[in-house]
């Protein structure tokens, strides 16, 4: 799979730019702030229907305009495609396939799956469990349906909760009936989202495992746990036993709105004992487990995008990473950079087909290497 034309139209700082794309390695280089970002943003917008770096969809689009659209042609199997995604003020996000309108986003994902690299990412380890949440959640989701859809009705049930439990203490009563009413729905559903997700987990690990022991200096002991209360006991036991608390916070206290992955090294957490190598090894590690295991399950390479990670991490790192990377296992590699020496450099070195563009000022032109 891989993306052959971008259009971007006052999307963040790109006015208006064209974009086409080589199958091998594209590099974009530029100093921060000239839009080379924007562009990784724009290919995960049109596979996941969102940004990767602001969920605002209005605070992508250009200063002082009312709407962006994005537009990109994608080949796979041998078929082409193309997928749409504009937003306006005041009105709905619109995502098209071949001109032909979604009603639910949800249908769209996973159509065209795409892995970001960032430097952000070390939020997943330094950051609480709502975004390690996230991120699990997002890669399932790219495979399986039904698990999207049991996601978003476990989060419409848990608002439901939240709002009775609210309502009855303002009124200071309790109605059990009411709350058992939400409490089997959340069960059925929570029950099938922990399934899935130690699921995943236990077929992560040892692709985890591998990268990890590829990419850091030497052999260490790093691990992943999931870590969830319905593994510990009945979900519909939990609720009951919880009730009284529940109803006194107004909030519900359990359910798989509350798991959450363990990061270790050596046994201890990595957010506190971990180097900042390490730290950043294991990230890196995740990430192309993620692209592994996506491509394993829909059977195509999904897009590998590498956002201004190499200023993040030492020579040594870099040499594997791009080893790694460029590799034809990966595919489709796009990535943005500050530094045009280290760029050309690289992609001199590479037997596969490149190109190389220059952005400035939210413009965007091939440039020979």
Not at 166 to 182: A, P, Q, Y
Not at 185 to 213: C, W
């Amino acid at each position: 799979m891989q993306i052959k034309e971008l259009s971007l139209h006052q999307f963040k700082n790109h006015h208006h730019s064209e974009i086409s794309f080589s199958p091998g390695v594209n590099a974009f280089i530029g100093p921060n702030g000239s839009g080379k970002t924007n562009i990784l943003d724009a290919i995960h917008y049109l596979s996941m229907c969102k940004s990767y770096l602001n969920s605002i969809d209005k605070q992508n689009i250009e200063f002082n305009e009312k709407f962006f659209s994005i537009s990109g042609k994608w080949e796979y199997d041998e078929k082409k495609y193309t997928v749409n995604c504009s937003y306006k003020l005041g009105a709905k996000k619109s995502v098209k396939l071949n001109k032909k309108e979604y009603e639910k986003l949800a249908d769209h994902i996973g159509k065209f799956p795409v892995v970001f690299i960032s430097p952000y990412d070390g939020d997943l380890i330094n950051e609480g469990s709502e975004l390690r949440r996230k991120w699990i959640d997002g890669i399932i989701s790219q495979v399986d349906p039904s698990y999207l859809n049991h996601l978003q009705s476990y989060q419409k049930v848990l608002k439901q909760r939240n709002a009775l439990l609210k309502n009855m203490n303002d009124h200071r009563l309790f109605d059990i009936e009411s709350i058992e009413v939400w409490d089997v729905q959340m069960v059925n559903l929570g029950n099938e989202i922990h399934r899935t997700r130690a699921e995943f987990v236990t077929s992560f690990i040892p692709i985890f495992k591998k990268f990890y022991d590829e990419i850091a200096n030497h052999e260490e002991n790093v691990k992943i746990k999931y870590r969830s209360q319905l593994s510990e006991s009945d979900f519909s036991k939990l609720l009951k036993e919880y009730h009284k608390k529940d109803s006194f916070t107004q909030y519900s206290n359990v359910g798989t709105h509350k798991d959450d992955l363990l990061f270790t090294i050596k046994d201890h957490p990595i957010k506190k004992f971990g180097s900042q190598g390490q730290q950043k090894s294991f990230i890196i590690a995740l990430r192309l487990a993620q692209f592994e295991w996506l491509k394993a399950m829909k059977e195509t390479s999904p897009i590998l995008l590498l956002d201004d990670i190499f200023d993040k991490l030492d020579h040594d790192r870099v040499q594997k990473l791009v080893a790694l990377v460029t590799n034809k296992f990966f595919g489709q590699v796009i990535i943005s950079d500050t530094d045009r020496d280290r760029m050309v450099k690289l992609l001199n070195s590479l037997s596969m087909q490149s190109k190389l563009f220059e952005t400035k000022d939210g413009s965007v032109n091939e440039i020979s290497i």
